[in-house]
């Protein structure tokens, strides 16, 4: 799983949802957040298993992660709304 991977939950209360990796724990979690619900500030920890893969990674956020640069919650919903607008344009 990368960084700035845009995830949907497959399991528990927040299934359904889009998130973004922001940090890899291990090769079993991640920690995700969605900018609203699930904030920068505390994402949630979330088995790989529990997450379906989008095939899409968000650019910008995926930079700033690999160079350790702060992300702002605005920038997280912003890059998930933009990419929900794709990947409904596309289907």
């Known amino acids: 799983m990368d960084l700035g991977r845009i995830v949907v939950s497959k399991a528990g209360r927040d299934a359904g949802r889009r998130f973004l990796v922001i940090k890899v724990v291990d090769e079993q979690f991640v920690q995700i957040s969605d900018g609203d619900l699930r904030r920068v500030e505390k994402p949630k ?4 298993k529990h997450l379906e893969q989008t095939g899409e990674i968000a ?5 700033k992660l690999k160079s350790n640069a702060r992300i702002t919650n605005s ?10 607008g794709n990947s409904e344009n596309g289907e």
Request: net charge positive; hydrophobic share 35%; no cysteine.
């Open 45 to 48: 920890r979330k088995k790989v």
């Open 59 to 63: 650019g910008t956020i995926e930079e």
């Open 75 to 84: 920038e997280v919903r912003k890059a998930l709304a933009m990419h929900k």
